[in-house]
């Protein structure tokens, strides 16, 4: 079965750093791009951005770049998604997700994200 | 960056009855070398990830009903459901998936039952 399962919820105060995961299996993890998505409370989706794990190549948002690192260990297939200063704007539910492949005629099309991991639900609090 | 916009932001429909929403691009997510929009529709329920249920604009997610059905092209995107039923109840949204590094989604549209 292929599934991606994410790290436990976590509660931090403003100014702690965190990195939350992404466990990957029944499928070539290194063959897929990974996303990240927050959810705010009672809010709509927010794409972040992605990774290859295949060669870590790494896309961001520009509402999210240098605001949060993605980073993917291929040997353990995991991808994770890491803060060095929490604040309390950044609680939220975040979701991994890998995005769909086919190829046609020799060529890899991704298109949406079609496994989704379970969330992580981060609270930043004092 | 592409913005999408979904319309209505909500919508109550009646049981058996055809639900439409709709997705629109700030510019065209039609890539011209496969002929393919890269738009997909998700289905949200609560507490709960989101569901692919559309890619390609038209191309149902395997084991999803076939009350579910995408069109569109360019710019404009709709997705129907033909019949609708109480397990439908959710927040759909549109993505892009056209232009990195941004693959924006929708706001959504909730939908529920009259």
């Known amino acids: 079965e292929v599934q991606l399962v994410q790290s436990g919820a976590e509660v931090k105060k403003p100014g702690e750093s965190l990195k939350i995961s992404c466990k990957g299996s029944?499928?070539?993890?290194?063959?897929?791009?990974i996303g990240w998505v927050r959810q705010m409370p009672g809010k709509g989706l927010e794409w972040m951005g992605i990774?290859?794990?295949?060669?870590?190549?790494?896309r961001y948002s520009p509402s999210f770049q240098g605001q949060v690192t993605i980073s993917a260990d291929k040997s353990i297939s995991t991808a994770y998604l890491q803060w060095s200063s929490l604040k309390a704007s950044d609680t939220a539910m975040y979701y991994c997700?890998?995005?769909?492949?086919?190829?046609?005629?020799?060529?890899?099309?991704?298109?949406?994200?079609?496994?989704w991991g379970q969330g992580t639900t981060v609270t930043v609090s004092s | 960056d592409i913005v999408m916009t979904q319309s209505p932001d909500s919508l109550a429909v009646s049981l058996g009855e055809r639900a439409t929403i709709n997705c629109k691009s700030s510019?065209?997510?039609?890539?011209?070398?496969?002929?393919?929009?890269?738009l997909a529709w998700y289905q949200q329920k609560p507490g709960q990830p989101p569901k692919l249920l559309i890619y390609?604009?038209?191309t149902r997610e395997s084991g999803v009903p076939d009350r579910f059905s995408g069109s569109g092209s360019g710019t404009d995107f709709t997705l129907t459901i033909s019949s609708l039923q109480a397990e439908d109840v959710a927040v759909y949204y549109c993505?892009?998936?056209?232009?990195?590094?941004?693959?924006?989604f929708g706001q959504g549209t909730k939908l529920e039952i009259k």
């Open positions: 390609w604009a038209s």
């Open positions: 990774i290859y794990p295949g060669d870590s190549d790494t």
């Open positions: 993505q892009q998936y056209y232009s990195t590094p941004l693959y924006s």
């Open positions: 029944g499928y070539s993890f290194t063959s897929y791009w």
């Open positions: 510019q065209s997510v039609l890539y011209s070398s496969n002929n393919k929009n890269y």
């Open positions: 997700a890998r995005h769909g492949a086919s190829e046609v005629a020799g060529t890899v099309y991704y298109y949406g994200m079609d496994v």
